[in-house]
């Protein structure tokens, strides 16, 4: 079975732009969580969606946006680009949002703003 | 929000040595995952343990929840094990089931 997948694997943007990062759970999952992890930190959690519905949302700006489809795949959306965006974007896919689900994570997608 | 702490921040060992990593948090647990981070960036599942004690092959972890902390063993290390291990957990009083993620601990293992 395949994993988690996310699309691109790396980016690299002009601060001011628009980007669009995308990702497949598990097939399965209903579950999709998207985290942000600059260099040197552990990742830090930007929304969670849960049967197309934002279930938590951390403390990020409102250029960051997300949704989710009816296939259970997700969008993570990020509007004028800063160069302090420049980080790894992590999606995770967990069956449901019982408390305690186990999370499964892509590989990422590394984006560069210039 | 939850706080979670590891230790060391980096470990340099050679290998075949034995090392003990540690995840301190600030409160009550519903979820507590250990990840292996590669050279490439993807987390690598290695136990899923809110509680209790774990064993896969060279590597073995256990969670004390009443007392806020869990360890990952792991014996006669090799070269590949190199890279950042992650402690995640998330709390009861989290949003959903977001994970809180520690600093992490650099692993080194020189041949």
């Known amino acids: 079975d395949a994993g988690v997948t996310q699309s691109p694997t790396h980016l690299i943007k002009t601060r001011g732009q628009h980007v669009t990062l995308r990702c497949s759970p598990i097939s399965g999952h209903k579950s999709v969580s998207w985290y942000q992890q600059v260099l040197g930190q552990g990742p830090q959690f930007i929304f969670q969606?849960?049967?197309?519905?934002?279930?938590g949302r951390g403390n990020f700006p409102d250029r960051f946006s997300a949704r989710q489809f009816p296939n259970y795949s997700s969008e993570l959306n990020v509007n004028a680009l800063l160069l302090g965006d420049s980080a790894l974007y992590l999606c995770?896919?967990?069956?449901?949002?019982?408390?305690?689900?186990?999370?499964?994570f892509g590989q990422g997608t590394r984006l560069t703003v210039v | 929000g939850i706080q979670v702490e590891q230790s060391p921040p980096d470990l340099i060992l050679q290998e075949g040595a034995n090392s003990t990593l540690r995840c301190n948090f600030s409160d009550s647990v519903n979820n507590l995952q250990w990840f292996h981070q590669n050279p490439w960036g993807q987390l690598i599942n290695l136990f899923y343990i809110p509680s209790g004690t774990k064993q896969n092959g060279r590597l073995s972890a256990t969670t004390v929840a009443t007392e806020r902390y869990s360890l990952l063993y792991i014996s006669s290390s090799q070269t590949t094990d190199s890279g950042v291990y992650f402690c995640?957990?998330?709390?009861?009083?989290?949003?959903?089931?977001?994970?809180?993620f520690g600093g992490g601990t650099r692993l080194m293992v020189k041949p």
């Open positions: 969606y849960y049967e197309k519905e934002e279930r």
């Open positions: 995640a957990v998330s709390s009861p009083n989290n949003a959903g089931n977001m994970l809180t």
């Open positions: 995770a896919s967990s069956l449901h949002m019982v408390i305690g689900t186990e999370a499964f």
